[in-house]
């Protein structure tokens, strides 16, 4: 079992930028395949961006394509999220997410594939 935390969290203007990191313990996940999802109030988990275990290839949600840099070190056991030009819609819990077994250049983009979760940071983008 591999226990994920995030931060990097925080308040932010529009237009400003953040970034999340989620780190790895418990065993290597160089191996995974990981995810970042979010989830705003009242709505359902959605799939922000996802990444190959090699870190190879990547995809992004339609909504952030452009702003968002999905990236992992896997020498650290830390995967980033890098934000820029956040909007008040962006304001959700963040969630970083690994599924071991990953399979080659697949890069898994719905919540069930995932088998291990952080606990979620909070990101706020004022208006």
């Known amino acids: 079992q591999v226990q994920l935390v995030e931060s990097g969290g925080g308040l932010v203007q529009a237009g400003g930028s953040l970034t999340l990191s989620c780190t790895a313990s418990?065993?290597?996940?160089?191996?995974?395949?990981m995810g970042w999802f979010r989830q705003a109030p009242g709505k359902e988990r959605e799939v922000v961006a996802a990444?190959?275990?090699?870190?190879?290839?990547?995809a992004y949600a339609d909504s952030v394509k452009g702003r968002f840099t999905f990236s992992r070190d896997n020498a650290k056991n830390t995967v980033y999220l890098q934000m820029n030009s956040l909007k008040p819609e962006d304001t959700a819990v963040y969630y970083c997410?690994?599924?071991?077994?990953?399979?080659?250049?697949?890069?898994?983009?719905?919540?069930?594939?995932?088998?291990?979760w952080g606990q979620g940071t909070q990101v706020t983008v004022s208006s």
């Open positions: 990444i190959t275990w090699s870190g190879g290839n990547t």
């Open positions: 418990g065993r290597t996940f160089s191996s995974d395949a």
């Open positions: 997410a690994a599924r071991s077994r990953a399979i080659g250049n697949y890069v898994y983009t719905l919540s069930y594939e995932y088998d291990n």
